[in-house]
């Protein structure tokens, strides 16, 4: 007879679900005991004692409005019994210490059985086939027969991964933002990943709601970190006209309190980091800008997060970490960091600037860093759960995405302007571009130089590459380049004349020009330039190399004018921009936004619009308010040239409905409402743009990113449409051959980049033949099944690895079974699956709040325990796992299963190989990086100064404190520009003072 304890507390007054209570404690003592076959063998025996026909199994209390509880301890015998204290435990039986009475009376042992005892054991709560409920407990634990499917072991492996973990703090608090579910989630993630490291990205793709999650972390954190005399601040970095439109009003409606910061004023050579450095956590939105370590903004941001209070979290908002390599986000964790490569050592990751190598070279694993530094899900994650009878609910109402549909507008690009454009693009593939790369007429070769000749190469090929796909927008756009560029080579040679020679190469900002916002003048860009010594080179050779070039850019400049003026005639016209007009004739959307790669196009575009007066009073015509009212089509025009204030109000006035400042503003007047913009990608950032319906892609999108943030400002959460349109403009002809050479010049670029290697800072946005392809599918998907493939294939590109592809089928499994399906699954059961994709051993570990799943593959026969053999890559052994519930039998008709003594020799190798693993983690942990050569400098003198210098107090004590700061803090390489110059300043002066009071500076700050 088995009964409540009184220390069972029951939900409520008088009853707790017993059955349910003792069945889950059962499990967890069964899951933490140690899988031993002694203990196995016990478990045994007691299945066989239980399943003898004259042993009963009952539990008192099981049934019935009241839970009465059974505390006695009595062991009741045919002559004798005993009544005291004895729990019927090992402990109860035989090591504690107990008080119990003896009654050596076969009368009162009798009596006791058949009037107290009888009474508990016929009672009507009691239920009376407990014994089978408990031998099919034994049974379904990892010391049982009881057989489990792979999909049930894949299922309590992901639950184990992804259980929600909820913070005390949160649980209760009280808070007025409402989250959807999937952003609850997010929001929980986040706050684990930040108690455990500090620091977290969140980098929910375009349109699911980024802003709300980093909006509940400040109010958790102001909320969570208040105390009598210290109020918590928070700090938002966004770019300037995000903090505008989106982070004042929110913050306002939220009744929250944060500083805003531009990440424009980041970029200031005068940005004061400490005065926002004692924040408590610093929310970094559009964290991409922050890509490049080379930029003011970063290296103030590093300041930033290094410096003042040292518990301060770090959030990085972006639904794009990666635009251009796999670097951009490597520099975006350094920030999370505090510039230390070494942080997740003991997580599996030794080194992080060596895991992006790796990366860079198709080798290496990325999941473990994304489950430490990561939250992420994808478009198409959040669809699957609503397939999956998930509803988002947010403000009361049911948000659901609208459809994307694929459109295009199309033109003959080799017939354009008498067949020109063709011609001009065999023009630019002879180009030279010798003042780029002058190591080429370098009259005496070293290794070095050839290296630099290679990369030198590479410039001229990015500056190709960059006039194809301003000729392929349009033919200002070209026209610009193409003056500016002869207009240089032009001033060039001047100077060569007049005996100075200067390197082009050495121009950083050059690379620049692909992202069209820079109007340095030939004049200013020549100024910059370095000068070299003439006599070590072929001048000959390289001034008819610039004559060659100047002869080939005056020919296309000849072309342009010929165009110009008889577009101006009548004569002749632009292909692309009246299939563009012709196009939005046929839309029935009545708001579109219009990108174009570079601002000379949108200017282009807009004034070619303004003044083709027919083809406004067309759009006019089918849009009833303009027709009625005899208004025209109202145009704006928004590049990186417009101020930020004007910005804002062009914003509000093309979507009045999602960007007002608060619920009490009016907004514009619809007289005042912009029906058309055009723009640059200076609008693709965290704008809420969803009043359009249509979205146009004037020029080719090189980069998928980029058309799928693009189309983030339209299709967003809210979005009051069903359906929406991009529309991609193509050439129909030419294409081709205008993709084979930009194919051709990449291929260079990525053989010189194998040779000698490059800076990912240099090269700018990358254009890899998988792009070039996806360009082509989709011109190509006509389809809507075709179209939807190619969509979910980019924004599948853009995801990196979706954390929530390998949770969705435990989502589905919890939706479709219940949460108690997958909880009910014990832990250390086992499994076979035949026809596996690959044969081997899966083991799952969780020591403490660390998971392991490691996979060992079976090779002649055996399971090769070697660790040099391990696979413990999540992604990976997810897909060797993955498999669905109808792939097997039910569970309940599934025969026991065969124990199986073999486990124990790969079980225990398996768990030495674990421990091994976490003693080299920890290990290295420890271990104290090596000093770099510019640091090592500074040590050394410092080190040197208390022999060779007599140093007052206040030094020695001042040089104490920076020796300490130079091999105790490991974000010194936050301030290695400021200790360079410091070094340098030593060189030219020799006094040890000032080196040591010039980094003492920076110890008040770190």
Known sequence: MIGRDPTIKPAEPDRIDLQDYLRRELQSQLESSTFRLEYKHCIDRLIAFLNQDHVEVRLYGATGERTPFLHAKAYLFPSYSIVGS?????????????????????????????????????????????????????????????????????????????????????????????????????????????????????????????????LRLIDHVLAERRQPGYVPRALVISPAQVRNLVWEPKLREFGLMADLLSQEEMGRPDFNSRRYSYCDIIIVDESHNFRNKLTSRYANLQRLICG??????????????????????YHQVLLLTRNDDRYYSSWGIPNLFQLFKDLDKGKGQITE?????????????????????????????????????????????????????GRWVTYIEELFLAPYNLDHYLREKQIKSTEEELRNEVITSLMKTLYLKRLESSIKAFEYSIRWQAAFQDRFLDFLRQGQLLDGSRYRRLIALEAEELDDSVEDFLAS????????????????????????????????????????????????????????????????????????????????????????????????????SSASLRIELLTGKTPNRQREVLVRRFAPRFNRLSDQERGCSPEEEIDLIICTDVLSEGQNLQEAAALVNYDLHWNP??????????????????????????????????????????????????QVGLDASVLGEVISERSLEEIRLLKEAQSPSAQSEVLQALETKVDLVSLDEMKFPLLEFIQQSGMQAVEEIPLGIHSTRYQAPQEGLFLAFQV???????????????????????????????????????????????????????????????INNLLNLLNQRQSSSFLRPTLPQWLRRIYLCLTEAEDNHKLDSVTEEARQRVLNLVTQIKSIRTYERDCKTFWKIYQQDRDVSNLIGSPDILVSIV
């Open 86 to 214: 004895s729990n019927f435990t090992v402990p109860g039986l035989e090591g504690n210490t107990e008080l119990n009475v003896l009654l050596a009376d076969a009368q009162a042992a009798q009596e006791m059985r058949n009037t107290w005892f009888t009474e508990f054991w016929d009672h009507p709560s009691v239920d009376k086939d407990y014994k089978s409920k408990l031998i099919a407990e034994l049974e379904r634990s990892k010391f049982g027969s009881r057989a489990y499917t792979p999909h049930q072991i894949l299922m309590r492996c992901l639950y184990t991964l992804f259980q929600p973990k909820e913070s005390p703090a949160v649980k209760g608090q009280a808070t007025t933002l409402e989250l959807a579910d999937f952003q609850q989630e997010g929001f929980e993630r986040a706050l684990q990943l930040l108690e455990r490291h500090g620091g977290a990205i969140v980098a929910d793709a375009v349109g699911l709601g980024k802003t709300y999650i980093g």
């Open 308 to 329: 003042g209070r040292r518990r301060k979290w770090v959030v990085l908002l972006t639904a794009t970490p990666i635009n251009n390599t796999i670097f951009d986000l």
């Open 369 to 421: 860093l994304l489950f430490q530094t990561m939250v992420r899900r994808s478009r198409m994650d959040v669809l699957k759960r609503q397939q999956a009878g998930e509803k988002i609910i947010i403000g009361g109402q049911e948000i659901r995405f609208p459809r994307r549909i694929l459109g295009q507008f199309t033109y003959n690009f080799e017939d354009s302007f008498h067949r020109l454009y």
């Open 529 to 628: 330039l370095p000068s070299v010594d003439p006599t070590h080179y072929d001048l000959e050779e390289l001034t008819r190399a610039i004559r060659a070039d100047q002869e080939v850019l005056n020919q296309i400049i000849k072309g342009i004018d010929r165009i110009q003026s008889e577009v101006q005639t009548g004569e002749d016209f632009d292909l692309k921009l009246l299939s563009f007009k012709q196009m939005m004739l046929s839309l029935e959307q009545e708001k579109v936004i219009v990108f174009s790669y570079y601002r000379d196009t949108a200017e282009y575009l807009y004034q070619q619009l303004l003044e083709d007066t027919e083809w406004l009073r067309a759009m006019a015509e089918k849009r009833p308010a303009l027709r009625d």
């Open 705 to 754: 990113v980029r058309m799928i943030q693009r189309a983030g400002r339209i299709d967003r959460m809210g979005s009051p449409f069903e359906e929406l349109m991009i529309i991609n403009g193509f050439p129909e002809q030419g294409l081709e051959s205008l993709l084979g050479l930009v194919k051709k010049l990449q291929q260079r670029i990525a053989l010189i980049d194998q």
């Open 848 to 910: 403490k709040d660390r998971h392991f799943w490691h996979f060992y593959p079976r090779q002649a026969g055996q399971i090769a325990m070697n660790p040099a053999q391990l696979q413990s890559d999540w992604a990976s052994i997810f897909q060797l796992l993955y498999c669905q519930p109808g792939e097997f039998s039910k569970p309940d008709d599934l025969p026991p299963a065969p124990f199986d003594a073999e486990i124990f020799q790969v079980l225990q190798p398996a």
